[in-house]
């Protein structure tokens, strides 16, 4: 099925969101800057920052803020980044038992500078949540580490409830989107995790609007549960400046569910699929839904 361009560069309606504002946004923000900590909702523009905020949530992103790739859709910085900080892992944990968060998400740039990746850091900080937060699910969203089997299971041996690992787009634009990524290379991640720890709850996001085909989409999909992937996001591509790559084409709410109904279908126990959604929106009740105190599975379609 043939995907027709949008026309113009104006966003629909569809995608406007509220300015950040109210006491719970301010007190997050407050305490992110007291524990001089980032967070990918500022540092990648996300269009969700208020929503989370003003909840009391946020994805933690540790190893600094600059990233050693550079990815033609991300608005995060690259360049030469700086050592780890050791006290970094304290300092989430704090964040993590003073907003009494029940859910964590932790994320990264990519370090490719690092011999390991940054996957020691990763099983730092989960150490730690555990340690001040035990009754706190962790979800590690994870660079690609380089196809290092070792790196990813030091990051497993943390025992994190969630391995998030995003393929972005289709095959065809791997090279077009991230430069210094690979397609298999993240379906192989996803795999082997599921391999290394059956336990563990796999988890990939997608980017549409970037010139891909529908059939494309769902082959990528074919793909992932392929590797065991059990939870899927789906959002709507937006350029966060004129440098990065143009938006090809907007879709709709409709089409969105289209995706997520289809997904659904394929075998995904949860699938987030809306033109706002990103890897860790809403991720909380993802991981309620795959690890239940009580009653039965499913699968769960956020439309």
């Not at 007190?27 to 929503?51: I, S, W, Y």
């Not at 304290?90 to 968060?101: K, P």
């Not at 999909?221 to 400046?241: M, S």
Request: glycine residues 8%; aromatic residues 4%.
């Amino acid at each position: 099925m043939a995907m027709e361009k949008t026309p113009g560069r104006r966003h629909p309606d569809w995608l406007k969101v509220r300015i950040p504002c109210g006491p719970e946004y301010q007190r997050t923000r407050a305490l992110l800057n007291l524990l001089d900590l980032h967070t990918v909702c500022e540092e990648a523009l996300c269009p969700n920052l208020g929503e989370c905020f003003s909840s009391g949530t946020a994805t933690f992103m540790i190893l600094g803020n600059v990233c050693t790739r550079s990815c033609r859709f991300c608005a995060v910085n690259h360049g030469e980044p700086a050592p780890p900080d050791p006290s970094e892992p304290d300092r989430i944990a704090a964040a993590a038992e003073r907003l009494g968060l029940r859910h964590m998400v932790i994320t990264s740039v990519t370090r490719d500078d690092l011999p390991d990746g940054g996957a020691s850091h990763f099983a730092a900080t989960v150490m730690r949540i555990r340690e001040r937060c035990p009754g706190c699910t962790v979800e590690v969203l994870i660079p690609d580490l380089q196809g290092s089997p070792d790196a990813l299971a030091a990051v497993l041996a943390a025992r994190p409830d969630v391995l998030n690992h995003n393929v972005e787009t289709i095959r065809r634009l791997q090279k077009t989107v991230r430069p210094q990524g690979d397609y298999d290379r993240s379906l192989w991640i996803l795999g082997h995790s599921k391999a290394l720890g059956p336990a563990v709850t796999t988890k990939s996001g997608i980017m549409l609007g970037l010139g891909e085909e529908w059939d494309e989409v769902l082959e990528t999909l074919a793909d992932l549960r392929k590797v065991g992937c059990e939870v899927v996001t789906l959002g709507q591509y937006l350029r966060p400046t004129r440098d990065h790559l143009p938006i090809a084409r907007h879709y709709s709410p409709e089409e969105f569910s289209k995706f997520g109904k289809i997904a659904s279908d394929m075998g995904f126990r949860v699938v987030e699929s809306a033109p706002l959604v990103r890897s860790s929106y809403r991720a909380e009740q993802a991981v309620q839904h795959m690890h239940p105190v009580a009653g039965a599975g499913g699968s769960r379609l956020v439309r």
